[in-house]
C-alpha cells in the first residue's frame, strides 16, 4: 500500500491533497462526506481514527494524525528540501513556530467564532473577546506576509500549506477587504495548477 489520504468534504484535508499535488505524488483517496444536517464527520471515520477527524494519511500502512504532522512529514520525506526552509537556520524556527500558530492560536478563535456565534444571543457576553481575538490573529497574519506573498522566504513551504485553510476562512468572511493580503495569498495559491488538481480531485470544497 502507498500513500492514502482519508479526506472529509468541506475539510482541512483539501491542503493535504493540495501538498501531495505539489509534491508530485501518487495516492488514493477514501472519500467521507459530512452529515447534510449536522455538518459532522461520518461515524465511519472512527473505524480509522477512534475521534472520527480528517485529515488521515497512510503511508504504507501507517495512519498519520494531525495536519501539521501530515504536512511535516510529507515535507521531510518527500519535498527533497524545497518545501522546508535549510535546518538550523532562523527560517526553519519560523517555520515551526507558524506550522503550529496554523492549528493551535489561529484556528480557535475562528472555530470559537463559527460555533459560538450560532447561540444568537446567548454568545451575546463571549462574542466581544472572540470578535477581538479573531481580528488580532488575522491582522497578525496579514502583517507577516512578505512581499513574495508567501510566509517564509520567497517560495511555497509547508507553513503556506498549513495557512491556506485559516486564510481562506478569512476571505470568506471579510466581505470589506480587511485584509488584502491574505485576499492575494489565497487567490494565488487557488491559480496554482496543483491546487487546482488537488481541487478537482478532491470535489466539493468551500474555500473555492
Not at 456565534?117 to 491582522?139: F, K, N
Not at 512578505?146 to 500549506?161: E, K, M, N, Q, Y
Amino acid at each position: 500500500m502507498g500513500i492514502v489520504v482519508h479526506h472529509l468534504n468541506n475539510s482541512r484535508s483539501q491542503r493535504v491533497l493540495w501538498l501531495l499535488e505539489e509534491l508530485g505524488l501518487e495516492y488514493d483517496i477514501v472519500f467521507y462526506q459530512r452529515d447534510s444536517v449536522t455538518n459532522l464527520a461520518p461515524p465511519e471515520l472512527k473505524a480509522i481514527n477512534p475521534l472520527g477527524k480528517s485529515p488521515l494519511l497512510e503511508i504504507d500502512g501507517r495512519v498519520i494524525e494531525e495536519s501539521g504532522a501530515i504536512v511535516q512529514v510529507l515535507c521531510d520525506r518527500y519535498g527533497s528540501d524545497k518545501f522546508l526552509p535549510e535546518p538550523g537556520s532562523d527560517d526553519a524556527l519560523r517555520h515551526l513556530e507558524l506550522m503550529h500558530f496554523a492549528e493551535g492560536s489561529a484556528m480557535l478563535p475562528l472555530m470559537l467564532n463559527l460555533y459560538i456565534g450560532r447561540l444568537g444571543d446567548a454568545a451575546a457576553p463571549l462574542m466581544p473577546r472572540i470578535t477581538e481575538q479573531v481580528s488580532s490573529h488575522l491582522h497578525y497574519l496579514e502583517s507577516i506576509l512578505r512581499p513574495s506573498g508567501h510566509f517564509i522566504g520567497d517560495t511555497l513551504t509547508g507553513a503556506d500549506v498549513m495557512l491556506s485553510f485559516p486564510a481562506e476562512l478569512c476571505v470568506m468572511r471579510d466581505t470589506t477587504v480587511t485584509y488584502p493580503k491574505l485576499a492575494a495569498f489565497v487567490a494565488a495559491s487557488h491559480a496554482r495548477p496543483a491546487w487546482q488538481r488537488a481541487r478537482a480531485k478532491g470535489g466539493q470544497y468551500f474555500g473555492s
